[in-house]
């Protein structure tokens, strides 16, 4: 969280001087843990390899060997070794019956003191009374949430008050370029099912 405290600091009327010893968390050569290897989990991954991170996935399915090898990705098959050597664990699921607080209090505290929960999925994937309990006791170094639920969360929620932690607007997407991909990419499947094609990006395929 020190990009966040550090933003505070630099623009407080208070501050008089910086401090020597504000550090962050190195991100190069730290271990990702990626819940979720879809198509957007896999891009995270791609993404990651660029810092020489050190790729754990867990997914419904293994990725095919050429595709892990292209970006160095190993495959967990039980979610709890991942969570264990995780410094940085990222959920990039679909919010199912199966995946509904599929973080709770048993998998946070399986995750090292020092490691940051990153969620861009959806809100529902975390149980957040958990989180705000894991955050406050220090289980879990931070927390970084673009989702949450509800969105946005009451003003009065617990989640606000807390330091370590940053929760932005449910944003990921939130640029004019994957507005007007994500535009074009509507208009294309309802003209292809306008025109009886097959549909680009059906999400249930037949």
């Known amino acids: 969280m020190c990009l966040y405290s550090g933003c505070q600091i630099a623009v407080s009327p208070d501050t008089k001087y910086f401090a020597v010893d504000w550090l962050g968390v190195e991100v190069t050569r730290a271990t990702l843990g990626i819940i979720g290897m879809g198509n957007i989990g896999y891009k995270v991954a791609e993404r990651a390899r660029a810092f020489n991170m050190r790729i754990l996935y867990h997914n419904r399915h293994q990725r095919r060997k050429e595709e892990e090898e292209a970006v160095g ?84 929620h617990p989640l606000l008050k807390l330091s370590n932690i940053i929760i932005t607007p449910h944003i990921g997407t939130a640029t004019v370029q994957a507005i007007h991909m994500m535009a074009e990419e509507a208009i294309a499947n309802m003209l292809a099912v306008l025109n009886g094609k097959p549909i680009p990006s059906e999400v249930f395929p037949k």
Do not use: W
């Open 73 to 156: 990705a190993h495959y967990c098959e039980k979610i709890e070794d991942l969570l264990q050597q995780a410094d940085f664990v990222m959920l990039v699921v679909n919010l199912t019956p199966e995946t509904h607080k599929l973080i709770g209090k048993k998998e946070l505290g399986l995750m090292k003191p020092t490691a940051t929960l990153i969620n861009i999925s959806r809100g529902g994937v975390i149980d957040q009374d958990a989180l705000v309990e894991a955050l406050q006791n220090k289980v879990i170094r931070a927390a970084a949430l673009d989702v949450t639920y509800p969105e946005p969360l009451p003003r009065d």
